[in-house]
């Protein structure tokens, strides 16, 4: 790296009494005997390649926003007003993500689920209707990590893999197989735990708790998705030839 010459040639600090490659950070580092913050840095720019994966707090926040809307003008001014605030917020969502060059088909399908949202809503009539489309997804995703169980393909892998680069074999590659079968444990564990919980507030008539709920798996199974992504891609990453050159010395 650039910054680390001026710790390999101590005589370097003698020939540059201004100090002008050197921070007054790295200059206290110095001073103090600290290490460079290497393994730091490395675990930010993980965390920022994560939060990228799946559209940064603004994105999420994005997402979010028109439930949000939509339940909060319902408990404040009724039914009618959390179709214009869903609306209104719905289109300013759309807009935003247009504008952050985020896949089209992306942005108008935030905006079809919500028009779908609440014209289920508006033929139920109450506003807890307004989470029986989205209900369906968890239940969908959990029938899917069943049946990928039982075929022998764990469901993260056949999502992942090739997004991150992995081999087409990866089943008989045992480290990314069994990074899929985890992953793929916990994502059925969170549809499960998910569909439960919608289940059981939709019966108690909590559109605010079933938003919580919503907005959270939301943003829950990106984090994982993204992570899965990451942990792949450094696994596949791996040379799988490596334990092969030792052979010959063996025999």
């Given at each position: ?71 909060a003008a319902d408990a ?73 169980f039982v075929a022998g ?59 919580a709920i919503q907005v ?36």
């Amino acid at each position: 790296m650039t910054y680390l010459p001026t710790t390999a040639q101590p005589g370097l600090a003698h020939a540059d009494p201004g100090g002008a490659r050197s921070s007054p950070s790295a200059t206290a580092r110095s001073v103090l005997g600290l290490p460079e913050p290497v393994v730091q840095s490395a675990a930010r720019a993980a965390t920022r390649r994560t939060l990228e994966r799946v559209g940064g707090p603004l994105g999420l926040a994005t997402a979010a926003a028109p439930t949000i809307a939509f339940v909060a003008a319902d408990a404040v001014a009724g039914l009618g007003p959390a179709f214009v605030a869903l609306g209104v917020t719905a289109v300013t969502a759309c807009a935003v993500r247009l504008a952050r060059r985020e896949s089209p088909g992306s942005a108008l399908a935030g905006l079809l689920v919500a028009a779908v949202c609440a014209t289920v809503a508006a033929v139920a009539g109450e506003a807890r209707a307004f989470f029986l489309p989205t209900m369906v997804l968890p239940a969908v995703f959990v029938v899917a990590y069943v049946i990928s169980f039982v075929a022998g393909r764990p469901l993260a892998g056949v999502m992942v893999n090739r997004l991150s680069g992995g081999p087409r074999d990866w089943r008989r590659h045992p480290a990314l197989r069994r990074a899929y079968v985890v992953s793929s444990l916990v994502g059925l564990a969170m549809a499960a735990a998910n569909l439960v919980l919608r289940v059981v507030f939709y019966v108690a008539d909590e559109p605010a708790v079933l938003a919580a709920i919503q907005v959270g798996a939301t943003t829950l199974f990106a984090l994982h998705f993204a992570v899965t992504l990451v942990v792949a891609r450094r696994l596949a990453a791996r040379p799988r030839t490596a334990p092969a050159l030792s052979t010959p010395t063996t025999r």
